[in-house]
């Protein structure tokens, strides 16, 4: 194997905070092997919000372990120049003993950080989503919407427990919405903008719903049916945002029907 998770990044990389450089995930060994991603190249600037687009299986999920180095490469290297990544999934995967304070204060403590201390910033990061007297309640207390905020606080929480003084922080979140009902959706998506606006965490946002990729990013990534490698980009920092939801589904569109037919 020959796969690096190196931090810092090479000089020439340092203005990136992720840098992906020719990354192959194969599950599996041989004629029966899948290979997930081949050639994946991409680079993430510190702060900034990339959402990643793609058919069902096309390798986004695995693109999202590999970053966060729960699972590694098979060739090709991942660079990050970011404090520890915090990961969050569809679902909360809170731990149900714990109320919902305790959730978001499990990696202050990990990270090793003094009673009172871990207190008031878990008290701080249930203000930022909006949960500010529901820290006492435990999971099963809370609506799907309400766990939802309670893992992204505890996702925030872990950037913020492994960052070392000025290292900018990197949140991977894999279809953390999609469970939800629209509305619940809607507040939730305009709570993470709010959130990553107040923070310098870079995100990279995993999504199947192109106008939220559209809304919540700053950057659109679609991958090629599988093997996943990066097929096209939008930028979406002021653009016309009908016109370009309309040029990327029919981009996905291509991706999805020329999986169907391979
Ligand atoms: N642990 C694993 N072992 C074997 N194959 C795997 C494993 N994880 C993923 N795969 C395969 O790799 C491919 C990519 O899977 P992945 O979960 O990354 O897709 P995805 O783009 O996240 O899909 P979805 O949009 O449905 O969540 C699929 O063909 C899947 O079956
Ligand atoms: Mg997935």
Redesign the pocket.
């Known amino acids: 194997m020959t796969a690096t998770l190196e931090t810092p990044a090479a000089v020439s990389d340092l203005d990136a905070a992720v840098t992906l450089s020719g990354v192959r995930k194969v ?2 060994h041989g004629p029966a092997g ?1 290979v ?1 991603l081949d050639g994946v190249d991409l680079k993430v600037a510190p702060g900034e919000f990339v959402c990643l687009l ?10 999202l ?1 590999l970053v966060a180095g729960l699972d590694a490469p098979t060739s090709g290297t991942i660079e990050l120049t970011t404090s520890r990544p915090a990961v969050m999934f569809q679902e909360a995967a809170l731990m149900p003993w714990l109320t919902a304070a305790r959730n978001v204060e499990l990696p202050l403590r990990l990270a090793g950080l003094k009673r009172g201390e871990r207190r008031e910033k878990a008290g701080e990061l249930l203000s930022l989503v909006r949960l500010v007297g529901a820290g006492h309640k435990r999971p099963h207390e809370l609506s799907g919407g309400m766990r939802q905020r309670v893992a992204l606080a505890r996702a925030l929480a872990s950037t913020m427990g492994s960052a070392e003084e000025g290292t900018p922080g990197l949140l991977l979140m ?2 953390p919405f999609a469970a939800l009902d629209a509305i619940t959706r809607d507040v939730l998506q305009a709570e993470l903008v709010r959130v990553w606006r107040e923070t310098s965490t870079a995100i990279v946002f ?1 999504t ?1 719903d192109v106008r939220e990729a559209v809304r919540l990013g700053q950057r659109v990534v679609l ?1 090629s049916s ?1 093997p ?1 490698r990066v097929v096209r980009e939008w930028s979406t920092v002021d653009c016309d945002e009908p016109a370009v939801i309309e040029d990327i589904t029919s981009h996905l569109r291509e991706v999805i029907s020329g999986h169907a037919a391979a």
């Open positions: 599950f599996g899948v997930a793609g058919a069902s299986g096309c390798g986004k999920s695995t693109l372990n894999d279809e995993v199947h991958l599988r996943g």
